[in-house]
């Protein structure tokens, strides 16, 4: 068994829909429903009947950067520390214990970020994108709010496409996104070497 630890389920729906996209197989996709409840559940992992007869090859942990890619790495780090004794080598690299454990954290080239953001970056050359920026720039000049989240510019994104799949997860599930872009290329091969 091979298994991704995500944070939901829009991460569950871009994760398998990349690896549908990709011929990625046999691989086994749960959320910790949370990044607050990662830690938890990778201490938990080891109990599982899977792991304790050691059918686990390998363990791959994909949460968001949020707001910064250390403090994510490190929450990363922590949770394989606790939960398995094992000490990551680097981010996206797997440590050779039994099993095989890495971390991946989604993220921008400055360190934020999440799967939202990665789901627009896919989408960025498409027509009408540069509208989609427009609009949010418009709203922050006009309103009080300044800074808009990631999950409502991929809403506005998907409102704009499609009636009804406003949400990552729908839009993943449903092949809105182009999986082929050069945007999913890191976590998809991450997602090769598990």
């Not at 989609?132 to 808009?148: I, N, P, R």
């Not at 406003?166 to 182009?178: E, I, T, Y």
């Amino acid at each position: 068994m091979k298994l991704v630890v995500c944070e939901g389920r829009d991460d569950e729906a871009v994760i398998n829909g990349i690896c549908e996209a990709s011929g990625i197989a046999g691989l086994t996709i749960e959320s910790c429903k949370g990044r607050n409840n990662l830690e938890r559940y990778i201490t938990e992992l080891r109990i599982r009947p899977e792991f304790t007869r050691q059918e686990v090859a390998g363990v791959a942990i994909v949460i968001d950067a949020e707001t910064s890619f250390e403090a994510s790495w490190q929450k990363i780090r922590n949770a394989v520390a606790q939960g398995f004794s094992v000490n990551l080598p680097a981010h996206g690299e797997f440590a050779e214990s039994a099993p095989r454990i890495a971390g991946f954290v989604v993220s921008d080239s400055h360190g934020r970020g999440m799967i939202e953001d990665l789901c627009l970056a896919s989408v960025s050359d498409q027509p009408g994108f540069s509208c989609l920026q427009q609009y949010f720039e418009c709203l922050s000049e006009k309103t009080a709010a300044k800074e808009y989240h990631s999950k409502a510019k991929f809403r506005a994104w998907m409102a704009s496409q499609v009636e009804f799949e406003s949400h990552v997860g729908l839009a993943a599930k449903h092949g809105f996104l182009p999986w082929e872009n050069a945007a999913f290329t890191p976590l998809r091969e991450f997602l090769r070497r598990l």
